[in-house]
T-cell receptor, first 113, second 114 residues
Framework: DGGITQSPKYLFRKEGQNVTLSCEQN?????MYWYRQDPGQGLRLIYY???????QKGDIAEGYSVSREKKESFPLTVTSAQKNPTAFYLC????????????FGPGTRLTVL | KQEVTQIPAALSVPEGENLVLNCSFT??????LQWFRQDPGKGLTSLLL?????REQTSGRLNASLDKSSGRSTLYIAASQPGDSATYLC?????????????FGKGTLLTVNP
């Protein structure tokens, strides 16, 4: 089945810890995105990558880091510098055509203990 | 800066009713507009994609329209069912930018009562 997988589904972080969220896609898409969703707010873009070995900051990149070593994978690290990391994190992918559809993974819920 | 607004924020209807969800956006320079469905604790499921050159798209009981010049879209759901209960999100991709990020509204929480 083609699609986007995210793991883990739930993640708990202690203060001062870095944690990494996984995102994998087998849709052969060049572009991948990380969004954050908070209650009562729309989704906001954290980072995006339009091609392997390249990525750009989105609207709320502070306290996050990413890598794009493979086309299929776009992991997100939530660092200890992110002061309010509790949220629902969604990964998406698309072709590099602005007119094309974006597809989303099932999400990871991160909670700070 | 693109802003997307969805009205109403919440809607409760009896089963079988036809309903309309509204979405407006401030910058009409878009590539496309997507409607998504989100169930509690789940990811987003794409419902309909309307290209900037199109006026509407249909899928089953769903029909989405786009009036780009006025910055408006509507999602029409015919003969609503309890299984339609979810949050519906509208999002646009701006043209002329350096990436194809989606700008989202805050969603409409729909409850269809049996």
């Amino acid at each position: 089945d083609g699609g986007i997988t995210q793991s883990p589904k739930y993640l708990f972080r202690k203060e001062g810890q870095n944690v990494t969220l996984s995102c994998e896609q087998n849709l052969n898409h060049d572009a991948m995105y990380w969004y954050r969703q908070d209650p009562g707010q729309g989704l906001r873009l954290i980072y995006y990558s339009q091609i392997v070995n390249d990525f750009q900051k989105g609207d709320i990149a502070e306290g996050y880091s990413v890598s794009r070593e493979k086309k299929e994978s776009f992991p997100l690290t939530v660092t200890s510098a992110q002061k309010n990391p509790t949220a629902f994190y969604l990964c998406a992918s698309s072709t590099n055509q602005g007119s094309d559809e974006q597809f989303f993974g099932p999400g990871t819920r991160l909670t700070v203990l | 800066k693109q802003e997307v607004t969805q009205i109403p924020a919440a809607l409760s209807v009896p089963e079988g009713e036809n309903l309309v969800l509204n979405c407006s956006f401030t910058d009409s320079a878009i590539y496309n507009l997507q409607w998504f469905r989100q169930d509690p604790g789940k990811g987003l499921t794409s419902l309909l994609l309307i290209q900037s050159s199109q006026r509407e798209q249909t899928s089953g009981r769903l029909n989405a329209s786009l009036d780009k010049s006025s910055g408006r879209s509507t999602l029409y759901i015919a003969a609503s069912q309890p299984g339609d209960s979810a949050t519906y999100l509208c999002a646009v991709v701006n043209s002329g930018g350096s990436n194809y990020k989606l700008t989202f509204g805050k969603g409409t929480l729909l409850t269809v009562n049996p």
